[in-house]
């Protein structure tokens, strides 16, 4: 008994202009142009945006680095001023672009809400950011020296973003860019283009407030150009874009990172996640299964920090595995703009093909498959509806090593924890993972050294989730990049280390004389 859609294409087509027109955006903006976008939750057309030419989108990146040119002179707390203003304007629309985000992405409609709640946590963090800049006083071996480090704007940050999370990726680097003194130019996927004229047109409102009340927000402060791959190249090879800030697959990563190294710009790169967690003798279980049902089936395994692998001890497989399964049999997937459903569509029909490949893989490899099937749903037959997949596998091979962008759930069984950690770290990415343990010892093992080899180790918290606070990123193939909080801001500044000598003699570092 499949949920049914309450929405047909028509209601959501002008659902869709009614809040844009509420979130500011033009119709001519979404009605006139090439790239057709669909919405996963019918698989139906609900927009058309114009592509950028090449001569355009060079001259907005020239535009971008006019505009820093000026805003790197406006003192920090009042370049903050205006992310606390645009905080406010996703505080007023929430509710609107939240639903768009679930219509263009197929998010449930708590998850749409939640990714412009992270939206605003990070403007309020970049807020307070903005008058913490600091730089470090330094011990010098000389007398009547100082010595000192000053964080200066960068320039144009490009930012390329994924479907996934379409508007909260581009707002961690846009609020913390924007504090930093730089000018943005944003790529946002051709998927997602009508959140990204959304957020555009509401942060265009507080630019406007904040030049009202005095404020000296250059023309051309953030651009948005859509396009395809030529115009992320466009923006990763402009002289002008110091750093490149980009979210998606491994592959695009590894045409990316070279390209900028080769002009010695900075890349921050957010690339593809195959994240575990472990499931130990001690774990408590119904904490396990809800942290564990969420992280691998919401957002319908479209996360990068969505769980991948798991690994169960053998002591407990047999009483919490039947009932993992018994939650994939039954969690209710459907639109997701009906409350109770938890798992929404996938992004499209290549999508859905990837994970039946990967399926297909995986039972060629010896792995028992629940699940995966394709859900029909009434007026939506061209939208990708799937009941998410366990794979009970009894080694990590094959499709295990990969990232399917899908809610396939690889399920093995494990004895020792040293192993098990071994296992745990030898896939090629490197984003988030987590531990289910009551054991400290196995707790603070798995953060160790020795542990988790990713840039996020959680304990009784499923991979996926993280708070704004935190930096976020991995390594090995997901890049190293870090983003959002702690100190990521730093990637978006350039330093200066500063030697004052207030004497009248010039002592030379390690002694050296050189007497002319
Ligand atoms: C992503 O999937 O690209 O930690 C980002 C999380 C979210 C961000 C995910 N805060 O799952």
Redesign the pocket.
Known sequence: SAPQTHTANADLAGEVDRLLAELGVKRSDYTEGTIVVRTPITGGIIGRVAEIGAAEAAGAIEQAHAAYLGWRLVPPPKRGELVRLFGEELRASKEALGRLVSIEVGKIVSEGLGEVQ?MIDICDFAVGLSRQLYGLTIATERGEHRMMESWHPLGVTGIIS?F??PV??WAWNAALALVCGNSLVWKPSEKTPLTALATHALFGRAVKRFNEAGGDAPQGLAAVLFGGREIGELLVDHAKVPLVSA?GSTAMGRAVGPRLASRFARALL?LG?NNAAIVAPTADLDLTLRGVAFAAMG?AG?????LRRLFVHESIYDSFVPRLKQAYASVTVGSPLQGGNLVGPLIDGAAYRAMQIALEAASAAGGQVQGGERIAIEGAADAYYVRPALVEIATQTGPVKHETFAPILYVMKYRDFDAVLELHNAVPQGL?SSIFTNDLREAETFLSARGSDCG?ANVNIG??????GGA?GGEKETGGGRE?GSDAWKTYMRRTTNTVNYGRTLPLAQGVKFDV
């Not at 991979?463 to 704004?468: F, K, L, T, V």
């Open positions: 992270e994924a996934n999370f909260a990726v979210t957010e996640g957002t479209q996360r990068c920090t969505t988030s996020i991979p996926s989730g993280a708070e704004i976020f959002s």
